[in-house]
C-alpha cells in the first residue's frame, strides 16, 4: 500500500496544459485531437499526470496568502535546501550557496553559458537523439549543432561514441559540449567509466561541459545518478551543470532552475552576462515550490515515484514484447520516456510513420513524433501517468492500430 496517490485520473481539460489543451494548435509538434468517441491519453509532452505531493502545494498556498508579491530577495534557506538534497541524494560534498544560482529554466541557463563564451556562428558538441529543446535553443540563439551520434549495441543499449566525439571537436573547433545526464530521449543513466570517458575527450579538448542534469531524480530499477561533476577535480572545474525540481515534481509551468558551477571564473562569466538581459531574475513562487519539495516529505514522495514509474516502464516493455514486437525499444534506466523504434512496423505493414502517428492520434493517444530527436522511425512516450491510463493506451493501439 503507498502512501501517496499515483492512481488517480486527473482531468487537466481547461486548465492551461499543453499536453491536452494544445493538441492540434502546433502544427509539426503537437498531435491532433482524437475522434468522437475517444478520450485523450496525454503521452507526449515531457511533464507527468500525477498530483504535486501536498507538502509542495502547501509551500506554495502560505506564500500566495501573503498579499504581496513585490521585489524580494531568496532567503538562505533556498540555498541551503538545494545543498542538503545533493548532499543526501547524490552524495554531493562541498556544494556552498556561491556556487548556485538561478536559472529560467534549464535550457535558458544553457543558453547564458553559450552567450557568456561563444559568438554567432560557434557550433557546439550534442549527442544525437537530441532533445528537441536543445535544437531549438541552441540554434535560435545564433549556434551551430555538431551531432555525435549514440549508437546502440548488441544488447540495444545506447552508448556514446568516444573517438567520434573526440574527431568532432577537433575539425570543428569545438569550445563548449552538451551532456545530457540522464540522457534524454534514451533514458540511459551513465555509469561513471563511461562518463569518465567523455570527461577525459572534454578534458583533452579542453571544452567546458554544460551537463543538463534535470532528469537527475528520476533513475530507475535502483540505478543512482552519478553528477558529472562529481568524477574528478577537473570535470568539476571546467562543468556547468543544470537542474530543477520541475521533472520530479511536476514544476514546469513555474520555470524554476538552477546552475551549480564551481569554477569562479565561469561562474563570473555567466552571471555577468545573464545579468544584462535581467531574464534570470527568481521567481518568487518558484523559490517557495523548492522549499516545498526539497524536504523530507518530499523525498519520500520522490523515492516512492520512481517506484511507480520502473513498474509503468517494465508494464509497457513487457507488453510491447509480448503484444507488438514490431515496436522495439531498451527498457530506459532513467527518465519516463520510451523512445521506440517503429522501422520494422512501418515496413511490415507498408504504412508511414505519419500513417502510424494519426492512428494513435485518432484513438486517443497522444505519443509524440521522435523524429525530430533523430531521423528514422521513432515515437517518444510519456509514461508518467496512472498504470490503468497506460494499460488503457497499450490496449487501444493492439486493437485499432498495430
Known sequence: MRKYDFESIIDRRGMDALAVDGLGKIPGFAPEPPKEGFDVIPMWVADMNFNAPAVLTEAIADRVRHPLFGYFMPRDEYFQKIIDWHRVRNGVEGMEPKHIGYENGVLGGLV???????????????????????????????????????????????RMDFADMDRKIKENNIKIAVFCNPHNPCGRAWTHEEMEQAAEVYRQNDCIVISDEIWSDLLLFG????????????????????????????????????????????????????????????????????????????????????????????FTCDYLEKNMPDFETTR?????????????????????????????????????????????????????????????????????VY
Open 223 to 314: 540505478n543512482k545518478h552519478i553528477p558529472f561533476q562529481s568524477l574528478n577535480d577537473d570535470a568539476r572545474n571546467r562543468t556547468v551543470a543544470l537542474y530543477a525540481p520541475s521533472k520530479t515534481f511536476n514544476l514546469a509551468g513555474l520555470i524554476g532552475s538552477y546552475h551549480v558551477i564551481y569554477n569562479d571564473e565561469i561562474r563570473r562569466n555567466v552571471r555577468k552576462t545573464s545579468a544584462k538581459s535581467h531574464y534570470h531574475s527568481m521567481n518568487v513562487l518558484s523559490m517557495h515550490a523548492l522549499l516545498g519539495a526539497y524536504t523530507e516529505e518530499g523525498m519520500e514522495w520522490a523515492d516512492e515515484l520512481k517506484e511507480v514509474l520502473s513498474e509503468n516502464v517494465q
Open 112 to 158: 547564458a553559458v553559450l552567450n557568456a563564451y561563444m559568438q554567432s556562428g560557434d557550433k557546439v558538441l550534442v549527442h544525437r537523439p537530441t532533445y528537441v529543446g536543445f535544437t531549438g535553443s541552441i540554434t535560435g540563439a545564433g549556434y551551430e549543432i555538431v551531432h555525435s551520434d549514440l549508437y546502440q549495441d548488441a544488447d540495444g543499449i545506447w
Open 332 to 400: 530506459p534506466e532513467a527518465t519516463y520516456m520510451l523512445f521506440l523504434d517503429c522501422e520494422k512496423w512501418c515496413k511490415r505493414t507498408g504504412k508511414s510513420m505519419d500513417d502510424l502517428l494519426k492512428a494513435g492520434w485518432d484513438v486517443g493517444v497522444a505519443w509524440q513524433d521522435g523524429r525530430p530527436f533523430k531521423e528514422g522511425y521513432y515515437i517518444r512516450l510519456n509514461l508518467a501517468l496512472p498504470l490503468s491510463r497506460i494499460q488503457e493506451a497499450f490496449d487501444r493501439l493492439q486493437k485499432y
